[in-house]
């Protein structure tokens, strides 16, 4: 036989697209032509492959052999197609049977000595692989875990590719994914451990509560980075779902733990101030890579020193906040990913952040202006919370006062979420606007007449309306009641007025 074809899957963003990898021996000079847009890691396949056929013991096709990619006009890159290459070439020289290959996709990265290596992004392209229909894939050892997460496929291993060559030939069995126990997420840092802070915890049992995001202003050691640091612990597992999602993009990134293949607890990304633009939303040359926002996906994104973060960074995330998603544009391709996060900014009042407050500050009034204008308004306008901090009272800081555990308000939040679900299926912070207008929820006039004063004079904005009365029904949810009521409507707006 001198044509065959296997298939291995191209991953577009977090999409996968299955590939059919086509080999032709033919008469000729000794040559291999590999096509199909590969691109410079995958063009370096013809001497992976070469190399790893003559050290697994068989010899190479002395023939003018051609592998073309299809669909040939996407761009393929990586190095996971190195095994469907090689069994693509050895069942059309005749070397291997080329029938158990029909229903299987091949992912897998060749070392020159025949050994099978991980790859990134296997779970989104088994994915891609179980809704072609195909029944089968073979993986590299190392990535088995996470690729048996999907169902409805049979996933089997390999470490080298001799092995695989005797599986074909009935000389011997591939391996099965191993049983790996999932863990119990570790306990994160403890609410308990921030003390004082009343106001700083209640904001963010609200932002846990309703999926609200969170802007914190006040001096050094007010709690900024503690409080957003213990947001991940009150949040409620990952659905299986939002598992699998969030799972995919650390796959994808090459940051999925092997002791963990499926990822239960929100993620929590928090990216230096001197993070770039591409680094924050996702790019670099070529194909756009994930940035922080796509890591963060389904969990928290905190910014530390929000103000020192570029100005491009920071309005990056203007839109993503609205959309859920991320969309890298470039000449030749747009890639898409995810990106449903709840935002944490945490700022000091001024350049000089002396400890103590305003009254030991050095920086003259247009100084400080200057220093929190770089938070612009249209990105601030996005925040449902924005809390000014004070110092901790010396009585909190001895010991006098205990606050409750993660644990202890983690249960409220548990049982907020449930209400919230249960009314619009969804947290209050994604319900739709309209939804807030419809006259089963339209809150009575009485109890909305202080928001209604500040949007008529323009203090808040129609989106501002929308999130305070999120934040209220929020509110609503944590007690227990039905409706929103004046004072929820009073405290939701004097948390949105931040440091005005």
Not at 45 to 61: F, K
Not at 231 to 252: F, I, M, N, Q, R
């Amino acid at each position: 036989m001198s044509y065959a074809q296997v298939r291995a899957v191209a991953l577009v963003g977090m999409v996968g697209q299955v590939v059919v990898v086509e080999s032709d021996v033919a008469k000729g000079l000794p040559s291999l032509v590999l096509t199909g847009l590969p691109d410079a890691a995958l063009s370096q396949a013809r001497d992976r492959v070469r190399a790893a056929v003559v050290n697994s013991g068989e010899a190479w096709p002395q023939r003018r052999l051609t592998v073309n990619l299809l669909p040939a006009h996407l761009p393929k890159h990586g190095s996971s197609f190195d095994l469907a290459i090689a069994a693509s070439l050895l069942a059309a020289a005749g070397v291997i049977p080329a029938e158990p290959l029909r229903e299987a996709v091949l992912i897998g990265e060749l070392g020159l000595d025949g050994a099978v290596r991980p790859v990134r992004g296997v779970l989104p392209a088994v994915v891609a692989a179980m809704r072609e229909g195909l029944r089968y894939a073979v993986v590299p050892v190392a990535n088995a875990a996470e690729a048996a997460l999907v169902p409805g496929i049979v996933v089997q291993a390999t470490d080298t590719l001799l092995r695989f060559i005797d599986f074909l030939r009935c000389d011997g069995p591939l391996l099965d994914p191993p049983s790996v126990a999932l863990p119990a997420p570790p306990d994160g840092p403890d609410l308990a451990d921030v003390l004082g802070q009343d106001r700083g915890r209640r904001a963010v049992e609200l932002a846990a509560a309703g999926g609200h995001n969170l802007a914190l202003f006040g001096p050094p050691g007010a709690g900024k980075s503690m409080l957003a640091q213990r947001l991940p612990g009150l949040l409620p597992p990952l659905s299986d779902e939002e598992a699998l999602e969030v799972t995919a993009v650390h796959s994808l990134v090459g940051a999925l733990p092997p002791e963990c293949p499926l990822i239960r607890r929100p993620p929590f990304q928090a990216p230096h101030h001197t993070a770039s633009v591409a680094a924050m939303v996702g790019g670099g040359h070529g194909i756009g890579r994930p940035g922080a926002l796509t890591r963060a996906h389904n969990g928290v994104l905190f910014l530390d020193e929000a103000p020192e973060f570029s100005v491009a960074a920071l309005e990056a995330l203007r839109q993503p906040l609205e959309e859920g998603v991320v969309r890298i544009s470039r000449s030749r391709a747009e890639r898409e990913y995810p990106a449903r996060i709840q935002l944490v900014l945490a700022a000091n009042p001024c350049p000089c952040a002396r400890p103590g407050g305003d009254q030991y500050c050095d920086c003259s009034p247009w100084v400080r202006r200057r220093y929190l204008s770089r938070l612009s308004g249209p990105l601030l306008d996005r925040i449902d919370l924005q809390v000014k901090l004070t110092p901790a009272r010396p009585a909190a800081v001895l010991g006098a006062e205990a606050g409750e555990s993660s644990a202890a308000v983690a249960a409220r939040v548990a049982t907020a979420r449930a209400a919230a679900a249960e009314r619009w299926n969804a947290t209050n912070a994604g319900v739709p606007a309209r939804t807030l207008r419809d006259a089963r929820f339209r809150l009575a006039r009485e109890a909305t007449a202080p928001l209604a004063k500040d949007l008529d004079r323009g203090l808040i904005s129609a989106r501002g309306h929308n999130r305070v009365l999120r934040v209220a029904w929020t509110m609503s949810d944590l007690d227990g009641r039905a409706f929103p009521d004046l004072n929820d409507v009073c405290e939701a707006l004097d948390l949105r007025r931040g440091t005005r």
